[in-house]
């Protein structure tokens, strides 16, 4: 039997331009109809040379009839040269091309706080506080599209994914959870030994989400797999190999957009499955991205990030305090916590729960911890499952605020204790950086009058501006300047909670 002759082809591209931290996608065209499975039975590789003299090896994908595609996010500016190889086992396709990269308004993928292994930053070193949500991205009516069915207010119907966006972002709404499987659109049909197939049209789908999320500023927490991930106990190596191959495809395909990973949704594998899984995402993606998954496993060296679920409809006294402890424990393990679903039990919404909510938010931040919001906001009776999080124009509102307070704080700010004057009868919380010092004070007791006389002593590390703000309308209630050292600053009246931000050696406050 004669083995066929490899067919080879070589190509030239032409330059093509983009910004630094960018996506810059490239489509190849080469013949499918042959192929049983086209996911598979061709690949495409693309090596990145960086003006330095780097190599970066990107996957590229199988994305529709005849068409092949790589994505590359660039940090470095200048000059790059690529080199594609597409092929099968008959046939040998290169294309050579350059790349410009210029500058551009782009952070970089979410990084570990150097200074802060609680908290994140761009890899430019700024601060990234995220405030997040996740929700249903599914065709559930059969319209043939997943994007027009969102919701925002029970008052309204549903709207376009541009109008849902726009009305988060414009809350500080800065990450998504893209919980595939998980009331989303799956990703494939089948994991197996013999071969794995993916789903043409919700591949597809999930460029469009990618796309349409960082356009608006969201950063982007996806789930690779739902509540039932292949081969989670006692997998043979054959097994694992499947699950791998449709890690790289995910990597290969989005990889470009995530700036977290998650392995899978409120389930768990074996031990060893975590890690030969996550071991290899690791080793494919070339941005490193964070990795979590849930059920939480804060204990494997492999994951990076400590995921809960939270569902609770706690008494609106103790929220604070509530999530102030929850967070204490999840941090044991020494690793970032973002819990990846928050929302009430029993219902999604009562009377009292967008307040409920502001002080667990603000709580959160204090706490250095990150709340991924279950949003259902077309009705303010559901009750499946656990209950979620109704977050209509209030609680939109509360949410402004707060981002407006988090925004460009101090990276290197760190929890210290508050020291009110009168600890029986509010509760305080602290921040302190060389840059900034942050404190956010909750009353107790009979909220029917406002709240006085208190006052909060801290140690300031320059002078500077004090502003004080109230957390749910946003409204500046006093500012004053303030000396070096240890000093008191008088609290104004406050009903619930209040907020203060001291910037030092600033000519202008933050707020």
Known sequence: MR???????????????????????????????????PWEQATLTVSFTSPNGRRTRIGGFYAGPDMWKVRFSPAQSGRWR??????????????????????????????????NRFRWVFADGSPYYPLGIGDCVRDAEGSGSPFDRFHIDASRGAVDVDTYLNAYQGAGVNLFRWSVDNCAFGLYQRIAPQGNDYLEREGNWGDRLVRELRSHDFRIYM?????????????????????????????????????????????????AWYTEVATYLRSVDTYRHPIATSWERPDLPVIDVSAPHWYERESESDSDLRTWNLFATWKRAGKPVIVGEQGNSGLNWDDRSAVRMRLRAWTTFFAEGTLIFWNTSGTKTYKAGAANMYLGPEERGYLRVLHRFTRGFDARARIVSAHVSAPATVRGYALS????????????????????????????????????????GGRVLARRAIKRGTQQLTVPPFVLDVALEVSYGRTRPRL
């Not at 990269?101 to 952070?107: A, D, I, L, P, R």
């Not at 690779?224 to 290969?252: H, T």
């Not at 909750?442 to 002593?457: E, F, I, S």
């Open 3 to 37: 083995t066929p002759s490899t067919q080879r082809q070589t190509l030239l591209s032409s330059v093509t331009n983009v910004s630094r931290h960018s996506v810059f996608e490239r489509t190849f065209h080469w013949a499918s109809s042959g192929y049983p499975n």
């Open 82 to 115: 690529w080199v594609a190889t597409l092929a099968d086992a008959v046939r040998t396709q290169t294309t050579r091309g350059t790349l410009i990269v210029v500058g551009g308004k782009e952070h970089g993928f979410v990084r570990r706080n150097p200074h």
């Open 223 to 271: 789930s690779i797999f739902g509540f039932n991930p292949p081969f989670a106990s006692d997998a043979s190596p054959e097994q694992i190999s499947a699950v791998e191959r449709y890690v790289k495809y995910v990597v290969d395909r989005y990889g470009a957009y995530v700036d977290f990973w998650e392995l899978m949704n409120e389930a768990q594998a074996t031990t």
């Open 433 to 472: 950086g060389p840059r900034e010092f942050g404190a956010y004070l909750r009353a107790l007791g009979n909220q029917a009058a406002p709240t006085t006389g208190v006052r909060l002593t801290i140690q300031a590390r320059s002078p500077g501006t004090a502003t004080w703000l109230d957390p749910a």
